[in-house]
C-alpha cells in the first residue's frame, strides 16, 4: 500500500495539519473625503504668474469699489430717502400679513425700527431746504403714526414749515383725532399718487374715517396671501432641507456616493494658469460691457439691463470657443453640456433645497450684522421695489434668473475654483476663496456676506459632487428668482 505523499514511512508521529483561521468579519466600508488632497503642482513646471497678479489686481478693484459705495443713496433712483421708505413699507405690510394669519401667539414687528426714526431726524435737522422739502419730516410723522407712537407738534410744524398747501393738509390729517370719509378725499384730493409718503398720508387719513379701502390697496389681500404662503412653504423647506442633508451623510459615510471631482479635473498646475488667464477675461469682459452700455444715458431701465444681460450671455459663449495660449476651455469641459440634463437639474433643486438650512442662518446673522454695517440693498432689489413695468419685470428675471446664474457659475465655479483648488492643493480651500470672492463683489455689503458665500459654497460642493455646473445654475437660478419675487410681492 502506498504511503500517503509528504509523511515518510514508518512514521509513528502525528500528522499535524494546518490551522484553519476563521474568515475575517467584513467592517464598515472606508470613509471617504468629501474633498480629497490634491497632488501639488510639479516643481519643474514653468508656472506663469501673470494671470494671477492680474486677477488679484481686478478682484481687489472690484472688492474695493463695492465696499466704498455701500452708504451712497440709492443706486438707481438717487433717492436718499429710498432705505427709510422700505423700513416703513415693512412694517405696514407686517402689519398687514399679521391681520390675515392665523393668531400664533407670535408678535410680528409693529414698530418702525428706531435706526430708521433716528435716520430721519437727522436728514431733518441737516436739511438745507427746510422750507421746500418737508419729506424727511413727512416720512417721520407716518412712521410714528404706523407705529402707534403720538406725533408731536414739533415734529408736524417741520411738515407745515413749507406753507405749500399740499403739506398744510397732511399736518392737518394728523392734528385731527377723527375723520369722515368726506373729509379724508377732500385733504388727499391734491396728494401725489406716486410718492409713497402721500400715498401712505392717504391711507391714515381714511384709517381715522373708518375706511380701510386705501390700506388694503397699498397691501392688497392676494400678495399678502402670496406671502403667507411663500412663508409656510419656506419654514416646511428648511425641515426638509435638514432631512436631504441627513440622507446626504448617511450615503456618504457608506460610501455610496461617488469621489467628488470637479468636472474640469484632472489639471495640471500649467491649466490652472490658463484657468487664470480665462478668469481674468471673463472678468474685463463684464466691466467693459458694463461702461459701454451706461454710456447710452436715454436708455431705459429695461432696455439697459437686457443690453448688458443680452451681450454678457452672448461674450460668454464667444469667450469659451477662443484658445487661451494653445489651450481650449470649451464650455463641456467646465461641466456645462446637456448630458444627464434631467438628472442634474433635480440636483440642483435637492442642493437647493438643502441650501435653506443654512441660509436661514447666515440671513439671521446678517440682519444682526446690519445693526453694526448698516442696511445696504442690490440695484435688482431697489427696481423689484419700485412699481416696476412689465418691461422692467421681464428684464429683472433675464438677468437674475438666467444670466447671472450662468455667467456666475462659468466665472466662480467652473473656471476660478478648479484652478484655485490646484494651486492651493486642496478642492475645500478653492471652494472658500472663490465663494469669498464671489460674495464680495456684490453690492449687498458686508451683512449679506455670510448668506452669499454659502451659496457659493454650496454650488462648490454641488459642483464636485455631480461633476457637473448645471445644478450649480439651477440652484442659483431657482434662489435669485424666488428673491426677486418676494421683492416684487412687497413693491
Known amino acids: 500500500m502506498e504511503e500517503p505523499e509528504g509523511i515518510p514511512p514508518d512514521s509513528t508521529e502525528p500528522v499535524s495539519l494546518p490551522e484553519e483561521r476563521p474568515e475575517p468579519t467584513p467592517g464598515p466600508p472606508p470613509v471617504q473625503v468629501l474633498y480629497p488632497r490634491m497632488e501639488p503642482a510639479k516643481i519643474a513646471e514653468r508656472r506663469n504668474p501673470v494671470p494671477w497678479i492680474l486677477l488679484f489686481l481686478l478682484f481687489s478693484f472690484l472688492i474695493v469699489a463695492t465696499v466704498t459705495s455701500l452708504r451712497k443713496p440709492s443706486i438707481q433712483s438717487g433717492d436718499q430717502y429710498w432705505e427709510d421708505v422700505q423700513a416703513i413699507k415693512e412694517v405696514v405690510h407686517q402689519k398687514r400679513l399679521a391681520s390675515l394669519l392665523p393668531t400664533t401667539g407670535a408678535s410680528p414687528r409693529q414698530a418702525v425700527a428706531s435706526d430708521t426714526m433716528a435716520d430721519l431726524r437727522s436728514k431733518i435737522a441737516t436739511n438745507p431746504k427746510p422750507a421746500t422739502d418737508a419729506t424727511a419730516a413727512r416720512l417721520l410723522v407716518e412712521a ?69 379701502r386705501p390700506r388694503d390697496e397699498l397691501s392688497p389681500k392676494w400678495k399678502m396671501e402670496a406671502l403667507a404662503g411663500l412663508t409656510v412653504c419656506a419654514i416646511l423647506a428648511v425641515g426638509l432641507g435638514c432631512v436631504l442633508w441627513m440622507v446626504f451623510i448617511v450615503l456618504k459615510t457608506d460610501g455610496r456616493l461617488p469621489v467628488p471631482q470637479h468636472p474640469a479635473e484632472p489639471m495640471s498646475g500649467l491649466d490652472a494658469d490658463k484657468f487664470a488667464y480665462r478668469a481674468v477675461l471673463l472678468v474685463a469682459t463684464f466691466l467693459l460691457i458694463g461702461i459701454g452700455v451706461s454710456a447710452f444715458q436715454k436708455a431705459t431701465v429695461a432696455a439697459e439691463m437686457f443690453g448688458t444681460y443680452g451681450i454678457m450671455l452672448i461674450a460668454v459663449i464667444l469667450i469659451h470657443k477662443l484658445p487661451v495660449l494653445g489651450m481650449r476651455i470649451p464650455l463641456s469641459r467646465l461641466g456645462v453640456s446637456t448630458k444627464n440634463l434631467g438628472k442634474n437639474i433635480g440636483y440642483g433643486v435637492v442642493g437647493y433645497f438643502m441650501a435653506l438650512p443654512g441660509l436661514a442662518v447666515s440671513l439671521g446673522i446678517g440682519a444682526e450684522l446690519m445693526k453694526i454695517f448698516g442696511k445696504s440693498t442690490h440695484p435688482a432689489a431697489e427696481i423689484a421695489t419700485s412699481n416696476p413695468n412689465l418691461a422692467t419685470i421681464l428684464a429683472l428675471f433675464f438677468s437674475a434668473s438666467v444670466v447671472a446664474p450662468f455667467w456666475e457659475e462659468i466665472m466662480f465655479r467652473g473656471t476660478l475654483l478648479p484652478a484655485l483648488a490646484r494651486v492651493l492643493g486642496r478642492p475645500v480651500w478653492g471652494i472658500l476663496l472663490s465663494s469669498f470672492m464671489f460674495a464680495a463683489i456684490h453690492p449687498q455689503g458686508v451683512p449679506l456676506w455670510l448668506a452669499l458665500g454659502f451659496i457659493g459654497g454650496m454650488n462648490g460642493m454641488l459642483a464636485y459632487q455631480t461633476r457637473s455646473l448645471v445644478p450649480c445654475m439651477v440652484l442659483h437660478a431657482l434662489n435669485n428668482g424666488i428673491v426677486l419675487t418676494l421683492a416684487l410681492l412687497l413693491s
Open 144 to 212: 410714528e403714526f404706523e407705529s402707534g407712537q403720538k406725533i408731536s407738534d414739533a415734529d408736524l410744524n417741520h411738515v407745515s414749515a413749507t406753507k405749500d398747501p399740499v403739506d398744510l393738509a397732511f399736518a392737518n390729517i394728523y392734528r385731527a383725532k377723527t375723520l369722515t370719509t368726506a373729509q379724508a378725499a377732500q385733504m388727499t384730493a391734491g396728494f401725489s399718487k406716486t410718492r409713497f409718503s402721500y400715498t401712505l398720508a392717504r391711507v391714515h387719513a381714511f384709517d381715522k374715517a373708518g375706511d380701510p
